[in-house]
C-alpha cells in the first residue's frame, strides 16, 4: 500500500460521514484533502427539476453568480466538520457527477477516494446511485465507500486509543478480506494486510465454498491449504500479522454480512470485479456488500497496476516452499518462524527466524540477487550469518574474484 499522502473527497449538502472518514484519514496520515462537489447537469435528465432548490431554469451552463453561490453554500457546509489543521482543497463543478469526479480522480491522481454511498441506499436519488456505482467501477485508485446511515453505534467510528500513526483515525480493529484465490482477489488481501500492518489491525481472511469455482482454484489445493499459504505470502511481505483464516458454506454476501455482523468487522477490503457476461462491469457481491454492510468498504479495481518489482516477486514467491528456506546441509529443516530474537528468549537457529545459511543462497538465486554480481566478475558467492547479537543479525556476501 502505497502512503497516503492526497484524498479525494466528493460531496455534497446531504454528505456527513464519508466527509468525516476523510478528515480523519486526513489526520492520521497528514495528508490533503482535495473536497470536490459537483453540481448535477440536471438539464439533460430531469428537464423541469430546479437546480439545488433555488428555482431557477434548469441549465447546462452556470454563470460566475450561480459558481460563487454554489461555493460559498459548499463552503458553509464544510464549516460544520473540524478542519481545523488539515490541508485541504474545494473545487465546485458542474456536468455530470460520475465523469467530472472521474475526471477529477484521473487528473489529481489520489490515493484514495472516500465516496458517500447515499443515492445506492433510495430510490429517489437514483441519478446519484448510478454515479457512486460508476466511480467504484472505474477509479483507477482505491474506493472507501461510506454508507450513510454509518454512526459511533456501528461500532465503526470509535476513536483510536494508541499512539500515531493511526491516532485520530476512526478506529479499525478488524478488517475482513474475502477471496476466492483469483488474482484479483489475491491483490485486494495483500492490500488489506498492508493496512492491517500500518494500523495494527487484526485481519480475517474468509473463503466461501458456496461460490468455489474449480476452474479457478489452483489444482491440488483445498481451501485451508490455500488459505495456509495465502497467510504465509502475507506473513512474508508485512512480518507477524493478527490473522484469522476463516471458511464458510454460506453464499459470498451471507457469509460475508454475517462475518461482519458477528466478529465486528470494521472495514472490508475486496476487489471490484464483474461477473462474465452481466451487464454490471462491478460484481453483484461486491455491489450488494457495499450496499448492505454495516462498516465502510474499501473497493479495488483489478485493473490497478502492480508494479513490476511487486510483479516478480509475486511470480517468484509462487516457486518457493518453505522447506526451500529452511533447508540445511545435513537435509534436515529448521523449524520456521519459531523462536525469539531477545536476549532472553528461546533463539532461533534461522536468520531473522525465517533463513538458514542455504535457504538464502536459494533466495537470492531465485530474485537474481546473485546472478547480477556474477556478470560483473564475481565468483564463488558465499553467504555468512552473523547472529551473536539478536537486535543486529546481520549476512555477508563473501566472493572470490577471478585471476585473485
Not at 107 to 113: I, M, N, R, S, Y
Not at 259 to 271: A, F, K, P
Not at 357 to 382: H, N, S
Request: charged share 25%; net charge positive.
Amino acid at each position: 500500500m502505497r502512503r497516503i499522502d492526497r484524498l479525494l473527497v466528493p460531496f455534497d449538502t446531504t454528505s456527513n460521514w464519508n466527509i468525516r472518514y476523510g478528515i480523519q484519514i486526513a489526520h492520521a496520515f497528514h495528508a490533503h484533502v482535495h473536497f470536490i462537489h459537483v453540481r448535477p447537469m440536471h438539464a439533460r435528465i430531469f428537464p423541469f427539476r430546479p437546480l439545488d432548490g433555488s428555482g431557477d431554469a434548469p441549465s447546462e451552463t452556470l454563470t460566475e453568480k450561480e459558481r460563487r453561490r454554489s461555493r460559498e453554500r459548499m463552503l458553509r457546509h464544510l464549516g460544520q466538520f473540524p478542519l481545523t489543521g488539515v490541508s485541504h482543497t474545494l473545487t465546485v463543478l458542474h456536468g455530470m457527477p460520475a465523469r467530472e469526479i472521474l475526471n477529477a480522480i484521473r487528473e489529481t491522481e489520489p490515493d484514495l477516494v472516500v465516496l458517500g454511498t447515499e443515492g445506492m441506499m433510495k430510490f429517489e436519488d437514483i441519478l446519484m446511485g448510478l454515479s457512486s456505482l460508476k466511480i467504484i467501477e472505474n477509479s483507477p485508485v482505491p474506493v472507501l465507500s461510506i454508507r450513510p446511515d454509518l454512526s459511533p453505534a456501528s461500532g465503526s467510528s470509535r476513536p483510536f486509543d494508541f499512539e500515531p500513526p493511526a491516532l485520530g483515525l476512526y478506529a479499525i480493529r478488524r478488517i475482513l478480506a474475502p477471496t476466492d484465490f483469483s488474482p484479483e482477489s489475491r491483490e485486494a488481501v495483500v492490500y488489506a494486510g498492508a493496512i492491517a500492518r500500518y494500523l495494527r489491525a487484526e485481519l480475517h481472511l474468509l473463503f466461501s465454498t458456496a461460490d468455489r469455482d474449480d476452474a479457478e482454484t489452483p489444482p491440488g489445493l483445498g481451501a485451508h491449504e490455500n488459505l495456509q499459504r495465502l497467510a504465509q505470502e502475507l506473513t512474508t511481505l508485512y512480518g507477524e500479522l493478527p490473522l484469522v483464516p476463516q471458511i464458510s458454506s454460506s453464499d459470498s454476501v451471507k457469509a460475508i454480512l454475517d462475518t461482519t455482523r458477528r466478529i465486528g468487522i470494521d472495514l472490508i477490503v475486496m476487489s471490484v470485479r464483474g461477473e462474465k457476461g452481466t451487464r454490471f462491469p462491478i460484481g453483484s457481491t461486491t455491489r450488494r456488500i457495499i450496499q448492505r454492510a454495516r462498516c465502510p468498504v474499501l473497493t479495488l479495481h483489478p485493473g490497478m497496476k502492480s508494479s513490476r518489482l511487486e510483479t516478480r516477486y509475486h511470480r517468484v514467491f509462487k516457486t518457493l516452499e518453505i522447506a526451500d528456506l529452511t533447508q540445511s546441509r545435513d537435509g534436515a529443516f529448521l523449524p520456521f518462524g519459531s523462536g525469539d530474537l531477545s536476549p532472553g528468549g528461546a533463539r532461533s537457529e534461522l536468520f531473522l527466524k525465517h533463513y538458514s545459511p542455504e535457504g538464502l543462497l536459494t533466495v537470492l538465486e531465485a530474485y537474481g540477487i546473485f546472478p547480477l554480481p556474477r556478470k560483473k566478475g564475481f565468483d564463488a558467492l558465499q553467504v555468512r550469518l552473523q547472529m551473536t547479537d539478536p537486535y543486529r543479525q546481520r549476512v555477508r556476501v563473501i566472493f572470490r574474484r577471478t585471476g585473485g
